[in-house]
C-alpha cells in the first residue's frame, strides 16, 4: 500500500484570499496549451496566426469554467443547485464536469467561429490535442483534493484518501491523469502533425476519451449522491462517455469519407 501524500490543497494564503492547488492546476494547463498552440501555428498556420490563440483559449476558458461547474451541478447535484444556487460559484472547492466543459467549449469555439468567420471544425481540431495537458493537470488537482479517489482495492499502489474511509482504494485521479492527461495529448499530438481530414482531429478526441474515461470509471467510486446509473454497474461518467465515443467514431467516419483537408 501507498502513503497518500497530504497536500494543504490551498497553495498560497494571502490574508482573505487563497489562492488554491486547484485553480494553478489549470492555470498551468492554459499557459502550457496557449504556448504549444502558438508554436504549432507558427509552423503550420492553417488559416490561424498566434496572436489568434490568446482570444480562442480566453473563449475556451469561459467555456470550460462556466460549463464545467453548471454542468457538474447538473449532472451530480442538481439537488444541491436547486437549494443553493450560490454553490455554482464556488469552483475552488472542486466539482467540476468535464462533459459539462466540453460543451460549454463547444458553444464558446461557435461564437468565436461566427465572429470571425472562422470555420468550427477547423478551431476544434485546432485545439483539441492540447486538451488533454488541463485535463491532466485538472486530475493532479483532483489528488492533491483528495478528491474523486477509487474503489477499494488490494493492490499494492491502493491509497488511504483522507476522506475515503480506512481501506486503500484506487487512484484512480492518476488513472486518469495517465490516460487522459499523457496517453490522450501524445496520440492527438502526433496524429495531428500530418494534414488529416477536417474533423479527424476533434474525432478522434471525442473516440479516445470518451473510452479512456469509461475505463477508468470501472476503478473510480462512483459519486455517492447518485451512485450507479444503469444495469447495477454503469457510473454517470460512463453513460455520460457513451454519446462522445458514437459522435467521435461518426466524425471520424464522415472526416475521411469527405476527406477534405
Not at 495537458?133 to 491509497?159: A, K, S, Y
Amino acid at each position: 500500500m501507498l502513503t497518500y501524500p497530504t497536500i494543504n490543497p490551498v497553495a498560497l494564503q494571502l490574508g482573505p484570499l487563497s489562492i488554491h492547488w486547484y485553480g494553478l492546476m489549470y492555470l498551468a494547463g492554459f499557459i502550457a496549451g496557449w504556448a504549444l498552440l502558438v508554436m504549432r501555428v507558427k509552423r503550420s498556420p492553417r488559416g490561424f496566426q498566434p496572436d489568434q490563440i490568446s482570444d480562442i483559449l480566453f473563449y475556451a476558458a469561459l467555456g470550460i469554467i462556466l460549463g464545467g461547474r453548471l454542468g457538474y451541478m447538473l449532472f451530480y447535484q442538481l439537488d444541491d443547485m436547486i437549494h443553493y444556487p450560490l454553490h455554482v460559484f464556488q469552483i475552488w472547492q472542486g466539482g467540476m464536469s468535464f462533459h459539462g466543459g466540453l460543451l460549454g467549449v463547444m458553444i464558446a469555439m461557435w461564437l468565436y467561429a461566427r465572429k470571425t468567420g472562422k470555420s468550427f471544425a477547423d478551431i476544434t481540431d485546432l485545439i483539441a490535442p492540447v486538451v488533454p495537458i488541463g485535463l491532466g493537470c485538472g486530475r493532479i488537482g483532483n489528488f492533491i483534493n483528495g478528491e474523486l479517489w477509487g474503489r477499494v482495492t488490494d493492490m499494492p499502489w491502493g491509497m488511504i484518501f483522507p476522506t475515503g474511509g480506512d481501506l486503500p482504494r484506487h487512484p484512480s485521479q492518476l488513472y486518469e491523469f495517465m490516460l487522459e492527461g499523457v496517453v490522450l495529448f501524445l496520440a492527438l499530438w502526433f496524429f495531428s502533425k500530418k494534414e488529416r481530414p477536417r474533423w479527424a482531429v476533434s474525432g478522434l478526441f471525442l473516440l479516445l476519451y470518451g473510452l479512456f474515461r469509461f475505463t477508468v470509471e470501472f476503478f473510480r467510486e462512483p459519486d455517492i449522491q447518485i451512485g450507479f446509473v444503469a444495469f447495477g454497474w454503469m457510473s454517470k461518467g460512463q453513460l455520460l462517455s457513451i454519446p462522445m465515443i458514437l459522435a467521435g467514431v461518426i466524425l471520424m467516419i464522415y472526416a475521411y469519407a469527405r476527406k477534405k483537408i
